[in-house]
Structures are given as C-alpha cells and as structure tokens.
C-alpha cells in the first residue's frame, strides 16, 4: 500500500459536521462556523516516550492520542467537532496495524460525531501520531485555568494514579494478572475524556478547568500560577482507586499526585456552584471530589499546599517534563 492508497483507505465515506465546506481531498480543509467560537488543541504521541509496543496495541494508540486531545477539548468547556491527524510511520508497520490504529481513534470519534477532515503521512523511523482537534463553544464560554478565585471549592473527576499503576504493571510484564490489574491497564490504554461532564458546566458563569496529563502536581500549580491564588489540597482527600491501592500499596500516593495521563479533569468553582458540579457529574456518569480549596496568594507569589495529618507542605511541579535538563 503506498502513501495514496492508504489516504484513500483512511477518508471517510460521509461527513457529519454541517460546518464543514471541505474536508480530505484538496490542499487544506475548509470550514464555516456559524456564530461561537472555535477551540482548537494539539498533542503527539511518541514510540517509546507515550507509549512502547509492550504497553500499547495499535487500536489503544489511536484511541489514546485522540482522547487526549479530547481531554484538552474537554478542559476548554468545548463541544468536539473535527480532527486532523499527522501520521510518521516505520516500515516495520503492516497495513493491518495502521488500520487498527485509526480504528481506535474513529471509534473514539464516532461517539463525538467528529469528522476526521486532513493530516499528513510520512514514514520515520518510530511512530509518531499528532492529532490535531477542533471543537466549538459558546462565545466567551471557554473554560480558562486563570479563572479561579478565593473561597472557591478545588475538585477532581474520577480517580487519580490509576493510568501509571496500569503503566508499571505493563512494563513490568507481570503474569499473573488480575482484576485489579486489568482495570488499571484499561485506566492506562483506553482513558476516557470528561468531554461530557465539561460540557455540562455550561450554564455555569465562572469555572476554571485543567485537565490532567501531567499529575495534578503540575495542574494545580498551573491553576495557581495563572488565576494568581494559592490553592489548598488535602491529601486524604484525592480520590485513589482500590486496584491502585491495593497493587501498589507504596507507591499510589505519588502515582495520585504526579502519575499523569488519567485525563481527569481538576477544576475550581464557587461554593454555591458546587452542588450543581456534583449534580452534573451524576448526570454523566463520573465521580467528583471536592479536593481542596482556592485561597489568596499569602507569599511572594502563588504556591499550591497540601495537607497530610496537620502537616503543611508545598506541592512543587512533580508530574512528567519533557526536555529536561535543556536549561
Ligand atoms: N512547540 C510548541 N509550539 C507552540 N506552542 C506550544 C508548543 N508546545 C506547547 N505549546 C502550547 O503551550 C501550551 C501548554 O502546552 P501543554 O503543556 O502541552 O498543554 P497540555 O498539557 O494541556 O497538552 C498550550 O497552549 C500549547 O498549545
Ligand atoms: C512507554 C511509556 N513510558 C512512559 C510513559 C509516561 N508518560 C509519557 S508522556 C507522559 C505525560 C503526558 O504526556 P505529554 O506529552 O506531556 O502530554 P500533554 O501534557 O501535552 O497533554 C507520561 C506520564 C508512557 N505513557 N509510556
Ligand atoms: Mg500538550
Ligand atoms: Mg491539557
Ligand atoms: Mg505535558
């Protein structure tokens, strides 16, 4: 199969986006929003950085890439629409796998109605997948990270860690697996973005939002540095699941703070919204926790604290960087 064939066999048949006046088949897409605003995010995912033919099957990195987007689409407060994908592929790749691969992000798509609308194809020497994802929100609806204020209730969608205890399992290629194990591999393989949930916020007038790629070490201290507010955590509070507990009895408390790539959501609102948040996580089917709280900057600029049996520390950046080392 060369480079043409495999586009021809990748565009799909039929577009669901009204808004769309062009998609794959001419030098660029083309479309025509009608009245909003438009969100748009990119992420990559790397042979042996996100993902490793021992942790990863071609249908998982496809449906991964793609909700990873989504989780950014999700964090934003936007309704998905499109996405675009960027492919490097190894010659090493058969055409079933490639196949397998975009499956896993169409699956993932179709639940959305998104249209797979352009990309790129060449071949390197590991895979590499860029997805690229458009979405729409109301105008001036977007969900910003600086949009905290004191007083305001620090919350977390679903379990946090789960995806690295799924991540360790896997790389150690542990045998005698069990249900535990096969939830936390699931939580690592197939996250699933608050798309949904977010959306859901949207009769909300204020409400800050950052998903979680990194562990919410990082996110938090994104929320803080942004909004200009010290946020409080309290440690035995962030929600852990029992398979994580249970299989990683060491080590799930970092995993929880700085695991990364669960794709939850961490967010702050008002205290008289928080009631209609949990209503509307209910609604969607997914656990929310109250974490903590928002409070003014008490030193020379925002910090993130955390509470652990009447002990208060900082909570420094500690999820996963990239280039580190660089200066
Ligand atoms: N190489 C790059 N060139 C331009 N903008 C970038 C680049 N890498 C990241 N960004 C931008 O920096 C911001 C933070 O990126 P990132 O930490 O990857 O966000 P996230 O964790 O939500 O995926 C985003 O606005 C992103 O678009
Ligand atoms: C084989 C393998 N090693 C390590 C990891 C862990 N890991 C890789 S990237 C990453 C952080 C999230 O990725 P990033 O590119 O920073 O996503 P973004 O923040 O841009 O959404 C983590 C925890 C993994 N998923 N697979
Ligand atoms: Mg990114
Ligand atoms: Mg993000
Ligand atoms: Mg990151």
């Given at each position: 199969m060369?480079?043409?064939?495999f ?6 048949a ?9 998609g ?12 909003g ?6 992420d ?5 950085v996100h ?8 249908h ?11 989780s950014?689409?999700?964090?934003m407060?936007s309704?998905p629409?499109y ?6 592929i ?39 997948v860029?997805?690229?994802?458009m ?19 620090l919350f977390?969608?679903?379990?946090l860690?789960d995806s690295?205890g799924g991540l360790?399992w ?9 249900s535990?194990?096969a ?6 393989r197939?996250?699933?973005?608050r ?7 949207s009769?909300?007038q204020r409400?800050?939002l ?6 919410i070490?990082?996110?938090?201290n ?10 409080h955590i309290a440690?035995?509070?962030v929600?852990?699941?029992?398979a994580?507990?249970?299989t990683?009895p060491?080590?799930?408390?970092d ?6 790539e ?11 919204d928080?009631?209609?948040?949990q209503e509307?996580a209910e609604t ?16 020379d600029?925002p910090?993130?604290?955390?509470k652990?049996?009447?002990q208060?520390a ?9 280039l580190?080392?660089?200066?």
């Amino acid at each position: 199969m060369d480079e043409f064939s495999f586009i021809r066999s990748v565009q799909p048949a039929y577009y669901k986006q009204s808004s769309l006046i062009k998609g794959i088949s001419d030098d660029a897409a083309v479309i025509r929003p009608s009245g909003g605003d438009v969100v748009t995010a990119v992420d990559t995912m790397v042979e042996d950085v996100h993902f490793s033919r021992k942790t990863m099957q071609p249908h998982h990195i496809g449906h991964r890439v793609l909700a990873a987007n989504l989780s950014d689409l999700a964090a934003m407060g936007s309704t998905p629409a499109y996405y675009m994908v960027s492919i490097t592929i190894p010659s090493d790749w058969s055409e079933e796998e490639l196949i397998e691969l975009y499956a896993g992000m169409d699956d993932l798509a179709a639940r959305y109605r998104m249209d797979l609308i352009g990309g790129d194809t060449v071949s390197g020497r590991e895979l590499s997948v860029t997805v690229t994802v458009m979405g729409t929100v109301a105008k001036g609806k977007a969900r910003y990270r600086s949009a905290a204020v004191p007083g305001d209730v620090l919350f977390v969608t679903g379990t946090l860690g789960d995806s690295r205890g799924g991540l360790e399992w896997l790389l150690n290629e542990k045998n005698d697996s069990s249900s535990d194990q096969a939830f936390l591999i699931d939580r690592h393989r197939k996250p699933w973005p608050r798309v949904s949930f977010a959306e859901g916020l949207s009769t909300l007038q204020r409400v800050a939002l950052n998903d979680v790629s990194d562990g919410i070490a990082n996110e938090a201290n994104e929320i803080a540095e942004s909004s200009g507010v010290d946020i409080h955590i309290a440690k035995d509070m962030v929600p852990f699941s029992s398979a994580l507990k249970n299989t990683f009895p060491d080590q799930y408390q970092d995993w929880m703070l700085s695991g990364g790539e669960d794709f939850e959501l961490l967010g702050a609102v008002p205290l008289s919204d928080w009631t209609l948040v949990q209503e509307n996580a209910e609604t969607a089917g997914i656990k929310i926790t109250k974490i903590g709280e928002v409070d003014e900057v008490s030193g020379d600029s925002p910090r993130v604290f955390i509470k652990e049996s009447d002990q208060i520390a900082i909570l420094k950046k500690s999820g996963y960087t990239h280039l580190k080392g660089k200066g």
